[in-house]
């Protein structure tokens, strides 16, 4: 089955850029999208299609996804961008979803 | 504003069923894909279940597939997932779902989750 690898935590300075990876097999040939997650919520959709950012979402999150990786990048990043940070693909072999294992982003 | 409210979590015992529904509002309910994801406690998401805007079409994953049945009813706005066999391991906040667009298999919007907690 297809699998998303994502790296356990990420920490960042406030103000500087974080950068989270998502790695699968060949990725780059499919769309993969971002959620952020803080404790006690619902997951929010922050990329899909690789770069695009719903109209609620800051300008400081963008999304790019070639070879076998993607990349959430966070420019600026603030105090309120702390969360757990889930990559996801569609595998159209299987017509699965996958989901990445989490990134904890700490902002320190 | 899109609404997607959960109901039917709750305590069962290993072996048992439970029916989980979701209601939709501020959206047409029929142009969209709908999916459940779940979160076991201190986990990750995983996905369970997707069904096509008709009906039609339904997918599970691995760990569900044969023991969990997704449907909805257009006419009443409501996304369900019929939960059988349940196991300790199924023990998690179930999440409804909304499809991005027509296809697009990922979740612009989100339920505040229902807990299913397995155990005797």
């Known amino acids: 089955s297809y699998e998303l690898t994502q790296p356990p935590s990420v920490s960042v300075s406030p103000g500087q850029t974080a950068s989270i990876t998502c790695f699968g097999d060949?990725?780059?040939?499919?769309?993969a999208c971002w959620y952020q997650q803080k404790p006690g919520q619902s997951p929010v959709l922050v990329i899909y299609e690789d770069t695009k950012r719903p109209s609620r979402i800051p300008e400081r999150f963008s999304g790019s996804n070639s070879g076998n990786t993607a990349t959430l990048t966070i420019s600026g990043t603030q105090a309120m961008d702390e969360a757990d940070y889930y990559c996801?693909?569609?595998?159209?072999?299987?017509?699965?979803?996958?989901f990445g294992g989490g990134t904890k982003l700490t902002v320190l | 504003e899109v609404q997607l409210v959960e109901s039917g979590g709750g305590l069962v015992q290993p072996g048992g069923s439970l029916r989980l529904s979701c209601a939709a509002s501020g959206f047409t309910f029929s142009s969209y894909e709908m999916g459940w994801v779940r979160q076991a406690p201190g986990k990750g998401l995983e996905w369970v279940s997707y069904?096509?805007?008709?009906?039609?079409?339904?997918y599970y994953g691995d760990s569900v597939k044969g023991r969990f049945t997704i449907s909805r009813d257009n006419a009443k706005n409501s996304l369900h997932l019929q939960m059988n066999s349940l196991r300790a391991e199924d023990t998690a906040v179930y999440y409804c779902a909304k499809d991005h667009g027509v296809g697009a298999w990922d979740f612009d919007d989100w339920g505040q989750g229902t807990l299913v907690t397995v155990s005797s």
């Open positions: 060949k990725l780059g040939d499919k769309y």
């Open positions: 996801q693909a569609w595998d159209s072999s299987t017509s699965h979803v996958v």
């Open positions: 069904i096509t805007s008709s009906g039609d079409n339904k």
